[in-house]
């Protein structure tokens, strides 16, 4: 049996810290912005011989300039990132390139203007907004029902906050992995953080599902409302669990088998629907403990 | 009784393999009646995205400025030789723009050179070029200095005398001089109309036209409409720019679909393993419903038809994932009332009672979240959204029909 309300400042100092630091990262470091986000050309290319890094990116600073390029490498493919070139600038260099390093294919070439980027910029984050509010205020609509001691509303909010701590996190892992292995975030990024949201907040509901029938059941009794939440958390601890369980198996075979595109997309979300699992055990329970009414019994 | 279901179960199951085995053409009409649609992520090819300048034209001629620059466009492409190239117009926050799909082209940036003209409209006059040499002469076009920059506006109208279809030209003033001169020396000789470098139409000239004003005659209504919208396209020159272009090679596409598809197989076998490791007999009609949970969507998708991406395979990926969920909590929760003494029976009705608020509650919040995927993203995303939105529906459905019917024709109170 958990004690998730007795113990609750070590769950909550932990999820805390672990959103600061987050946080921290975010705004010390900043995200490091796609071509979809920001605008630029995006170059994949496969060389059929050895090409050694520094010498592609001297070339390419000789026909680029010195600004504004990078270079990753991926296996035996160069990821080449740009200012916006438009299709006579393509062309040129891509003869130049293979004036310089033979034959090579092209993966794919996307070159975007900051116009495109702008937009999605604004999108999402009005789509962050909406989501957040819509799934927080359908909760309070679900709950309406509620009981005196937890009214519909806390339900709401306690939802939006453990949602944002569930996107915080991830975000402050992909900017750990910008600083060091320079992950870019664009509008997958995005789409990631949503289904995060989306998803996180199912156990987070069968959580406070069973809350708020045990409250409804001992209306008439002298229960404690700490041990009404404990009980409820470890009733459902196992449907927690296993239906986030279902996804984390999908995802993880995403990640480790699945298109290398799509990798940070399903990574973010995977690390999402973790923190989302520990969040609706550990911090969403005793967050509304901790908001009851100041003249229930302790 | 049980015995006889399963043995039932058994051999219808045993029966359809063997005649899809048999059958294989069979098979193969009832699949490609309605193939699959692969966006370009999967298929490879280019997404091109155009910025159209309707800043110089007026309001109530710009949709059909834009539906003008749209069929010029689509001639051009029709000529690569693309299948199924796909040009169309998006209004984006007031702008207009035009996308063009194409899969599978070889030569991207003659693609990209061969569209980037903004229609072109011209006059030019026959002359005869005189070859010295040889003493012979040949008819030629030259241009005589009159485009579209000149021309206020094209509409169709109907000769007053014969009553036929007749294209109405309206010049500007400086287009109505050069007209008038260029109508002056060449009557009774045919003047040429171009319209990308193509001739599409050469009226002979009858007499001095002054006014500004022109009428195409001997044309059937069609081509007159055809005709018109042309020459707005032309007429209103309305720049076209490209903001976005996106290619991706045919070997990456089907690299992707591959690892993805293999993905997806996968992980649903993981999940149906740990469904039967963990819920023993309720896991085998999980599994069950889970299996036709896949193929009932994935029959919807390519029917409908949807067009498959990667972002799309991953949101039904997702969903596959989530499918099972519910079953879950109806299990947990029959098992709390067998617990409480219920008969099987009844634990299973209360179980599905009990959880469905549950169910009803996160499948609710996820298609908020698809909704509002849906509408703020673009294209690619666009995919993902759907496929989500549609699994989770046909997950719930599944869930709760397939599921509740599995276990009642099966369980017995015993």
């Keep these: 049996m958990i004690d998730v309300i007795g113990k609750r400042k070590i769950f909550l100092g932990v999820s805390g810290l672990l959103v600061s630091a987050s946080l921290i990262l975010i705004l010390v470091f900043g995200f490091r912005q796609g071509i979809d986000l920001v605008g630029g050309t995006e170059w994949r290319l496969r060389f059929f011989e050895k090409v050694d890094e520094n010498s592609l990116n001297q070339v390419l600073k000789d026909i680029a300039g010195a600004a504004n390029f990078s270079v990753l490498i991926n296996n035996e493919e160069f990821v080449v990132r740009l200012h916006p070139l438009n299709e006579e600038e393509h062309q040129r260099y891509r003869l130049h390139l293979e004036e310089k390093f033979g034959q090579f294919e092209e993966l794919s070439f996307s070159a975007i203007g900051p116009t495109i980027g702008r937009e999605l910029r604004q999108r999402a984050v009005w789509a962050i907004i909406l989501v957040l509010a819509g799934i927080s205020l359908y909760i309070i609509f679900a709950f309406r029902k509620a009981s005196r001691e937890i009214k519909s509303w806390k339900y709401g909010l306690i939802t939006m906050a453990t949602l944002f701590h569930d996107v915080a996190i991830p975000a402050g892992l992909i900017v750990l992995l910008g600083v060091w292995k320079g992950v870019q975030i664009d509008t997958n990024f995005i789409v990631a953080l949503l289904v995060v949201m989306g998803f996180s907040v199912h156990d987070t509901i069968v959580v406070f599902d069973r809350i708020r029938e045990k409250l409804m059941i001992n209306r008439n009794q002298k229960a404690v409302l700490a041990d009404l939440i404990n009980q409820s958390v470890n009733e459902t601890l196992a449907r927690s669990i296993n239906t986030s369980l279902t996804l984390i198996l999908v995802l993880a075979v995403m990640v480790f088998i699945g298109p290398p595109s799509l990798f940070y997309f399903v990574l973010t979300i995977l690390v999402g629907t973790i923190v989302g699992t520990y969040s609706s055990i550990f911090v969403a329970s005793p967050l509304l403990y901790l908001w009851r009414p100041k003249d229930l019994p302790k | ?414």
């Design chain 2, 1 to 414: 009784m049980k015995r006889n279901i399963l043995i039932l179960t058994a051999v219808v199951f045993l029966s359809v393999s063997a005649g899809i085995f048999a059958f294989e053409p069979l098979w193969q009409k009832i699949s490609d009646f309605r193939p699959w649609r692969l966006g370009l992520d999967l298929s490879g090819g280019t997404y091109l995205v155009y910025q159209i300048d309707l800043s110089k034209v007026e309001i109530r001629d710009r949709e059909s400025a834009v539906n003008g620059i749209r069929d010029v466009i689509e001639r051009r492409v029709n000529l690569f030789g693309v299948s199924e190239p796909r040009v169309y117009t998006e209004t984006v926050g007031g702008e207009s723009r035009l996308v063009v799909e194409l899969a599978g082209i070889k030569d991207v940036n003659e693609a990209i050179r061969m569209i980037g003209e903004t229609p072109f409209l011209d006059f030019r006059e026959v002359v005869e070029i005189k070859d010295s040499e040889k003493a012979t002469s040949t008819l030629g076009f030259a241009s005589a200095g009159l485009d579209g920059r000149y021309l206020k506006t094209a509409r169709i109208g109907f000769d007053n005398i014969t009553r036929r279809p007749a294209v109405l030209l309206e010049f500007n003033n400086q287009g109505a001089e050069f007209f008038s001169q260029l109508t002056e020396r060449n009557i009774g000789k045919p003047l040429a109309i171009f319209l990308d470098n193509e001739l599409i139409s050469s009226p002979v000239v009858n007499e001095k036209i002054a006014g500004g004003q022109a009428q195409i005659t001997g044309l059937n209504l069609e081509e007159a409409k055809l005709l018109v919208q042309r020459f707005n396209a032309g007429a209103l020159p309305a720049p076209i720019s490209l903001i976005n272009q996106q290619t991706v090679s045919a070997g990456l596409g089907s690299d992707s679909l591959q690892k993805a598809v293999w993905a997806g197989v996968t992980g649903t076998l993981a999940i149906i393993l740990f469904m039967l490791l963990y819920y023993r007999i309720f896991g085998i009609f999980s599994a069950l419903a889970l299996l036709m949970y896949v193929a009932l969507t994935l029959a919807i998708f390519k029917i409908l038809p949807i067009t498959m991406t990667l972002a799309g395979i991953a949101g039904f990926i997702l969903s596959i994932g989530m499918a099972v969920d519910a079953n879950i909590l109806v299990f947990e929760r029959t098992k709390e009332e067998l617990k409480k003494g219920l008969l099987k029976a009844a634990a299973i009705e209360e179980g599905f009672r009990r959880a469905w608020s549950s169910i009803r509650d996160s499948n609710i919040a996820t298609l908020i979240t698809s909704f509002i995927l849906y509408y703020f993203t673009s294209s690619f995303v666009k995919g993902f959204a759907l496929t989500l939105f549609i699994g989770v529906l046909i997950s719930m459905f599944s869930a709760i029909t397939i599921t509740r019917t599995l276990l009642r024709t099966f369980i017995k109170n015993d």
